[in-house]
């Protein structure tokens, strides 16, 4: 800490950070992020100049806004010019994300989704290359997997690579996950009086979204798994501190409950005169108790960092039902889809908001957890594994296909048409 700053307590710095601006009474927003690998049609590496020319085109050739280029001065970061509608790269340049506006329904995403696709497809077809709907790329051992050259990207990077200066067994050997993973998420705004009320229901169904949208599915030698990116955060730098990342482990039971345990998550970045530090995981609720800590910047130069309580601006965990700072909840454990059900995920979390309190007055009393128990981690787990049993395939079914009709019926009750999207996965129950 800088000298003459009185220590400030560490869960009160994270209420302000994450209450502030939570709404008594919001209006319904859903705010869409999603990940798609640029993929070589002709097998192999992508060509990271198709994907640099993709964004340049963007720009030169459809009024997009360059918000970000990176240290070579190749956009990496676009705006459209009508909209606050986001295209940028995800940590490599295999990666394309479109981060939406937010909107009052999901056909307004929907519409200009298929409008930059059009465009995006038609320019990289001409290279041999196009998006498709992977949770993981398909070709991730052939790219160059380099993160973007922009500070975030390359500290995030090196960061999970500090996993093979620690080393043992608790890692896998993948630290350059951040760079094939593509994920589906939504944000919906929650209110400061049910945020722990939709927090502890969608994360008591993550074993049913492991059913529904697995879909990075990678066998190798320490890996059977149909969603490989649990396995690649919660055994990585990310997952050192277990309440950082992924499913929580029980219900909680109020605010204060809630924020005990998010003291546990993760700092481990700062800024300093410039300069961006990375150091190991160090929990929220010690931070500020440390003395000095040594840290890395980008160009891996040892410094000692003193804490600061503005170092808690970059804190942000990896749970799968994220609190943050905007008043919503993201929610963050699902994969890429395929491009044809692009928007069930976003369906799927909104009509189960729209009908909050028959799905927790279901999920308290259901025969799923009276079969199962509630592990919530070791559930979602177990339903991410190749191979089930005929017993467990009909208990997880039986279990998606409950919550679904609890989707579909609170997506009716909102009357917008957007039970639709829902019902690629109707055919799968």
């Known amino acids: 800490m800088r000298e003459g700053e009185e220590m400030q307590d560490s869960i009160d710095i994270l209420k302000e950070r994450y209450l502030t601006n939570i709404k008594e009474n919001p209006d319904l927003y859903i705010g869409i992020e999603l990940e798609f690998p640029i993929v070589n049609l002709e097998g192999g590496a992508t060509d990271t100049r198709v994907t640099k020319e993709l964004l340049a085109r963007l720009n030169s050739d459809y009024s997009f806004i ?32 479109f981060a939406f506006e937010k909107a009052k329904i999901i056909q307004e995403v929907e519409i200009r989704f298929n409008h930059y696709l059009d465009i995006i497809q038609q320019i990289l077809r001409k290279d041999h290359h196009e998006l498709q709907g992977h949770g993981l790329h398909p070709f991730w051992k052939e790219n160059d997997n380099q993160p973007v050259k922009y500070p975030r990207y390359q500290m995030l990077m090196q960061y999970l690579a500090l996993s093979e200066k620690i080393g043992g ?3 896998h050997r993948h630290p350059d996950y951040g760079g094939y993973i593509c994920g589906s998420q939504v944000q919906l705004d929650v209110s400061r009086a049910n945020f722990i009320q939709v927090i502890n229901a969608f994360n008591q169904i993550e074993a049913a979204k492991a059913y529904f949208f697995a879909n990075s599915e990678l066998i190798t030698e320490d890996f059977q798994t149909k969603i490989a990116r649990d396995r690649f955060w919660e055994e990585s730098m990310h997952g050192l501190l277990v309440e950082n990342v992924g499913v929580n482990p029980y219900d909680f039971k109020n605010e204060e409950d809630f924020f005990n345990y998010l003291n546990h998550t993760a700092i481990f970045n700062a800024e300093r005169e410039g300069d961006t530090y990375y150091f190991p995981p160090i929990a929220a609720g010690e931070y500020l108790k440390q003395g000095q800590i040594k840290g890395y910047n980008l160009s891996g130069r040892e410094s000692l960092v003193s804490p600061r309580s ?36 976003a369906a799927f979390h909104l009509g ?21 128990g509630r592990a919530y981690k070791d559930l979602r787990r177990k339903y991410s594994q190749i191979d089930l049993t005929q ?39």
């Open 352 to 372: 189960l908001l729209a009908n909050l309190e028959e799905v927790t007055a279901y999920l308290k009393d259901c025969d799923f957890f009276k079969l199962e």
């Open 169 to 171: 067994d608790f890692f």
């Open 310 to 345: 503005d170092d808690f601006y970059y804190h942000r965990s990896y749970q799968y039902q994220d609190l943050t700072t905007r008043g919503t909840i993201e929610f963050r454990s699902t994969c890429a889809q395929p491009l044809n059900r692009t928007f069930a995920p």
């Open 66 to 97: 360059v918000e970000r280029r990176d240290l070579d001065g190749n956009p990496i970061q676009l705006k459209a010019s009508d909209s606050e509608d986001r295209i940028l790269f995800e940590v490599s340049y295999n990666i394309l994300e």
């Open 391 to 429: 017993t467990e395939q009909d208990a997880i079914r039986s279990f998606a296909s409950d919550l679904l009709q609890l989707a579909i019926k609170g997506l009716k009750m909102r009357k917008k048409g957007e039970e639709r999207y829902l019902f690629p996965l109707v055919n799968e129950v």
